[in-house]
């Protein structure tokens, strides 16, 4: 099983990007060469069953996905990483550190991410994903592929009901989503649904960004991005003020600037709260 890795080389620390679901490394352009200009090596990759990476039927689950970000440091040699999760993606950022610790990592970025835990439940009752819309997502998928994405992509890039991005940014998104194998997208949506990182976040002790819009229609700021930044404690939470879910496309400036920011100076405030 090889992952399509997108490596721009050179000499700076790496920044490893972690794509969202079910998008590929590709939804990272409006980030990739302002992180070159900046002057580091961007490794970005599209995760097992999406984009061009090989289509298994099985290996869905976070500690499988994490352990394929594991192997991919490892074999580039990579040290003092900076490991940016968006969506799904901050799921293995949190969970590659539950299973290999922070020996190989500078800092990590968390953006519009799904941890600290989705699933509403007796012990987890702010989660903000209910049993009822995660069976409908599921039997939506799975009954109609071509709609659900139509309406996920809306979704995805709209705040209250207004699209955010143009027309053909979220056309570029939709054939992204068609990328993706039907097992990678149904095992990957039941992973991002279900899986809990609250002990995985209590073991993170770098400089820890925590990025998200506060119109996020899909994964809502109150009940991840903010409680992500209370687990964490030396966290940093910046707020980009009415931004939907990609964020990263809807406000490619000044998710950039946030995250640049807390790289050159990652013990400082990076906006007021």
């Known amino acids: 099983m090889e992952l399509f890795v997108n490596d721009t080389g050179g000499t700076g620390d790496p920044i490893v990007l972690i794509h969202g679901w079910p998008l590929s490394s590709d939804a990272w352009e409006p980030q990739i060469p302002a992180l070159v200009d900046a ?36 074999n580039r040699g990579l040290s003092k990483v900076t490991l940016v999760g968006f969506s799904m993606g901050g ?13 190989k990592l500078r800092a990590v970025v968390f953006a519009s991410a799904v941890p600290p835990f989705l699933m509403k439940s007796a012990s987890n009752p702010d989660g903000p994903l ?86 996020d229609g899909i994964v809502p700021i109150e009940g991840s991005g903010e409680r992500t930044h209370e687990m964490v404690k030396q966290s940093i939470l910046h707020r980009i003020e009415g931004a939907p879910h990609g964020c990263n496309t809807s406000h490619p400036l000044e998710f950039n600037k946030a995250i640049l920011d807390f790289l050159m100076a990652p013990a400082r405030s990076v906006s007021a709260e």
């Open 130 to 215: 209910d049993q009822a819309t995660a069976n409908e997502f599921e039997k939506n998928l799975t009954d109609d592929r071509d709609s659900f994405f139509e309406g996920f992509t809306k979704d995805f890039f709209s705040a209250d009901g207004e699209l955010k991005v143009s027309e053909d940014a979220r056309q570029k998104a939709l054939s992204l989503c068609h990328q993706s194998s039907q097992e990678a997208a149904l095992g990957c949506m039941k992973a991002w649904a279900t899986t809990d990182f609250r002990d995985d976040l209590g073991q993170i002790s770098v400089p820890t960004l925590v990025l998200h819009g506060t119109a």
């Open 39 to 74: 002057g580091y090596r961007v490794i970005a990759y599209d995760r097992r069953g999406f984009g061009k990476s090989d289509k298994p039927g099985e290996g869905f689950d976070y500690d499988t996905l994490a352990h394929d970000l594991h192997e991919l440091i490892e």
């Open 91 to 103: 799921g293995e950022v949190a969970r590659y550190i539950g299973r290999f610790g922070e020996d």
